[in-house]
């Protein structure tokens, strides 16, 4: 594609975008003066479809007029309203319904899904997961380790870059693999680094961890309606996400788990259990023995916020309207001419540490800021881009095909330019 640095292209690759009418569905934030945001901090906090208010408002009109009754009666029952997520989801996540389920939030989900698959021994007791690893997921794993009386010290192996590198290899993630496969319980990466905006090759590193009699597991937070997934074909243990980034459900909405249907019946697996995971055709007996549902259903525990999952349905709606191919490509023009942009203001002050390659990231760009001078930052922020600056010294831009444009990927360079000047 042979980009150009000017506000006439920017608008020509508008027009001619197939999805452009998807921006109208979302509110867009504005400033004071009542001009829309530079809004590129999709990868924290997705922003409100224009029809999610309907789709709560519908639950809360039902709960006003039906009580209780609304879990049998409501326009979308509420008994089994999170099985009318779960074909979208996992269309999103590549995997197929019985190994999909929408509850809970992230970490509960990793904590919830660890009980069963981290299963430490003598021997095989050692988590790999990123050094650079997003924090609430380190304190998960070290938490886990502690929880199996093993000591994080010992069985936590941190994949780290190599020197003067801020990327990690593939071939070095395996290398660490086969040199601690057999005591190696569990890998556990995500799948698009959130600081760096790295996607690792989740086939390969899959692959090489069955090789070496691993369980592999993924954090999806930042992948999940971000890059295109294959859970089910790669051959993925387990996976978690969260759905308040590019899956717009709103804050701290309700998040995703996915298990591999070769798990789907293994009901010696341990697991924490409640009663929304019991078989839904006895669920109401009451009985005190605990029979899980087939695949992951079987992991819930209570019966779902059925607002969160309003809030969901909303947006999922919208992707399934849009399609995820048509997403994907957009995303990869649409990040490719940011980075375009931003290469054409040669200044050594910045430098993209994402990979340039398109296969290895999503939309987000990571913009390393030499001596971590946030000063630049804050500039662009005074100027009405919301971005985001993640300690020590990058401000993440995150261009979102379904609500950013390639004007507002201009405007942002543009801006970017005359702050460092
Ligand atoms: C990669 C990653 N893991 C875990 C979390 C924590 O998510 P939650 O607070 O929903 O558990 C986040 C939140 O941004 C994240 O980006």
New binding site residues.
């Given amino acids: 594609m042979n980009y150009e640095a000017s506000e006439s292209f920017a608008r020509k690759m508008d027009e001619q975008d197939s999805l452009k009418s998807f921006r109208e569905k979302f509110f867009i934030p504005k400033k004071p003066n009542g001009e829309s945001v530079l809004y590129f901090t999709g990868n924290?906090l997705g922003l409100q479809p224009k029809t999610t208010r309907a789709y709560i408002e519908q639950e809360l009109k039902d709960w006003e007029a039906l009580g209780v009754e609304g879990h049998f009666n409501a326009k979308n029952p509420w008994m089994p309203y999170h099985e009318f997520l779960t074909e979208q989801m996992a269309e999103i996540v590549g995997a197929r319904a019985v190994e999909t389920v929408v509850m809970n939030?992230?970490?509960?989900?990793?904590h919830l899904l660890m009980v069963s698959f981290y299963r430490p021994t003598a021997k095989r007791n050692k988590i790999v997961i990123e050094a650079g690893?997003?924090?609430?997921?380190q304190y998960?794993v070290q938490s886990q380790i502690k929880f199996r009386a093993f000591e994080p010290e010992n069985s936590l192996i941190e994949l780290k870059p190599r020197e003067n590198e801020t990327l990690l290899r593939t071939e070095d993630i395996e290398q660490t693999v086969a040199e601690n496969g057999d005591s190696i319980a569990l890998i556990l990466l995500?799948g698009v680094?959130?600081y760096t905006g790295q996607a690792y090759d989740m086939r390969r590193i899959t692959e090489i961890g069955h090789k070496f009699g691993c369980i592999v597991g993924y954090?999806l937070?930042?992948a999940a309606g971000n890059i295109e997934l294959h859970l089910h074909d790669w051959g993925a243990d387990f996976a978690a996400w969260?759905s308040?980034?590019y899956l717009n459900a709103g804050p701290?909405g309700i998040?995703g788990a996915f298990v591999h249907e070769r798990h789907a019946e293994n009901f010696n697996l341990p697991r924490f259990a409640g009663w929304w995971g019991h078989d839904k055709k006895t669920r109401f007996l009451m009985g005190s023995e605990f029979v899980p549902m087939r695949g992951a259903e079987g992991w819930q525990l209570s019966n779902p916020p059925i607002f969160q999952l309003a809030a969901l349905k909303a947006s999922l709606d919208i992707f399934e309207e849009a399609g995820m191919k048509n997403l994907f490509e957009k995303s990869k023009r649409l990040t490719s001419y940011l980075e375009f942009l931003l290469r054409e203001i040669h200044d050594e002050r910045i430098s993209i540490i994402t990979p340039s390659n398109p296969e290895e990231r999503g939309c987000q760009l990571s913009i390393r800021v030499k001596n971590s001078d946030k000063s630049l930052f804050k500039a662009i922020t005074d100027k009405g881009v919301v971005a985001d600056w993640r300690e020590p010294d990058v401000i993440r831009v995150a261009p979102v095909p379904l609500y950013n444009t390639f004007t507002d990927v201009y405007k942002f360079a543009r801006i970017l330019k005359d702050c460092l000047a």
């Fill in positions: 924290s939030s992230l970490t509960v989900n990793l690893a997003f924090p609430s997921d998960a995500g680094n959130y954090d937070a930042h969260c308040y980034k701290g998040a």
